[in-house]
Each structure stands twice: as structure tokens, then as C-alpha cells.
């Protein structure tokens, strides 16, 4: 099993609507996770944090489930503009070096 | 956030040179950056793990005479790659958590190797 997997998609979705990613991770030691958006040949940016209660950033929720070794990225009243990958990052204490997901690809079209 | 500035972002060079790349936190000391590779379509692969003041740890599969790192300092690491070959062609990222940071990751803008 790898160590933090997504589904890559691409998940097509019209704007407006609601759109969700799960990411699983296997190191059950984790500590810190995140959920990074990257575009077309472009680096990595940092979207949010994802906390033990959850978190919301506007249109965007974030959601960790410690029990099931899942994070949750929920996207509402998509935009053209979130069309991108997201990735989940995962970064177990103490060694401090991430693991991301191979990301899951989201096109938002009119 | 955090500022991470690579350097350059574009570079077409021969086969057989080698390449520098610089990676700066512009606005805080990092003792550890990384190194990522990835190729069209595909997702980030870890090459490296930069350590101010100490040898590089390399991932399986990496050759360490090939991708040279230096990190010289707390806000400096540089990725060489010698005796560039088409094969190496690729978007070289690096990446840095400022200390105290829990963990974030702000990545530089990266780096576009063609090799011809």
C-alpha cells in the first residue's frame, strides 16, 4: 500500500457544483497534513492546512478522520479558476519529511 | 506566507554540461530544504533531502555523483546536475519549512531543464 494515495481523476465537474477528494495515508503516526494545489506547470501552493476539527477557508473545507487515516478536501460553488491538481501532503513527527499524493486532477467547466 | 525563490526558471543546455539551480528562503532560515523532480503529468518525486552544514540524503534510485547538493547556508541550498543527458530534462522543484513552521511546505517556483 502506498503511503498516502488519492484518486488521480480527473473529476469533471460544472461550476457551482459540489465537489469532494478524499486522501488516505498508512503511517498512522502522522502529525501534520495539508492539501496544496498545483496548476499547469506551475510549483505547488500551499491551499490550506487541514486541523484535527476540521477547518474551512471560504468555499473550501477540510476535513481529517484520524480513525479511518483519512483527509477530506470539500469544494463548493466550483469556480473555472479551481480547475487545477490538488495534492495532500502528509508529514509524520519527528522525521519531518512530507509525503504527497500523486494528486487528483479537478476541471471545472462551464 | 513564506517566500521561496529558485533560480533559474528556465535553462536549455547541452548534452554532457552541467546545471546549477539555486534555491533561496527569502524570508526565513531553513536547516532543511528538498528536491523534487517531476515529469509531465506525473506526480512529485523526492530526490533529496538538503541539510545545512552536512551531506545530502539522497532517495533510492538517485545518483548522488549525478544531482550534487550543496547547502551552504541557512537560507541556500543549490541542486547541480552534471553531465546533463535528455533523460534529465524535467521540472525541478525545491522546498523548505520555516522552523517553528509545524511542518508547512512553501515550494519555490521551480525549474524547467531541457537538455538537447
Known amino acids: 500500500r502506498k503511503e498516502v494515495e488519492q484518486d488521480p481523476g480527473p473529476f469533471n465537474v460544472p461550476e457551482g457544483a459540489t465537489v469532494a477528494f478524499n486522501c488516505t495515508y498508512s503511517n498512522s503516526a502522522s502529525q501534520s497534513f495539508f492539501w496544496y494545489r498545483q496548476d499547469c506547470r506551475k510549483e505547488p501552493k500551499l491551499l490550506m492546512s487541514v486541523y484535527s476539527s476540521g477547518n474551512e477557508d471560504g468555499r473550501f473545507t477540510a476535513q481529517l478522520n484520524r480513525a479511518s487515516q483519512y483527509i477530506s478536501l470539500l469544494i463548493r460553488d466550483s469556480k473555472l479558476s479551481d480547475s487545477a491538481t490538488y495534492l495532500c501532503v502528509v508529514s509524520p513527527g519527528g522525521s519531518y519529511i512530507p509525503t504527497f499524493g500523486r494528486g487528483t486532477s479537478l476541471i471545472v467547466h462551464p | ?116
Open chain 2, 1 to 116: 506566507g513564506a517566500v521561496v525563490s529558485q533560480h533559474p526558471s528556465w535553462v536549455i543546455c547541452k548534452s554532457g554540461t552541467s546545471v546549477k539551480i539555486e534555491c533561496r528562503s527569502l524570508d526565513f532560515q531553513a536547516t532543511t530544504m528538498f528536491w523534487y523532480r517531476q515529469f509531465p503529468k506525473q506526480s512529485l518525486m523526492l530526490m533529496a533531502t538538503s541539510n545545512e552544514g552536512s551531506k545530502a540524503t539522497y532517495e533510492q534510485g538517485v545518483e548522488k555523483d549525478k544531482f550534487l547538493i550543496n547547502h551552504a547556508s541557512l537560507t541556500l541550498s543549490t541542486l547541480t546536475v552534471t553531465s546533463a543527458h535528455p533523460e534529465d530534462s524535467s521540472f525541478y522543484i525545491c522546498s523548505a519549512s520555516p522552523i517553528g513552521s509545524g511542518n508547512t511546505i512553501y515550494f519555490g517556483e521551480g525549474s524547467w531543464l531541457t537538455v538537447v
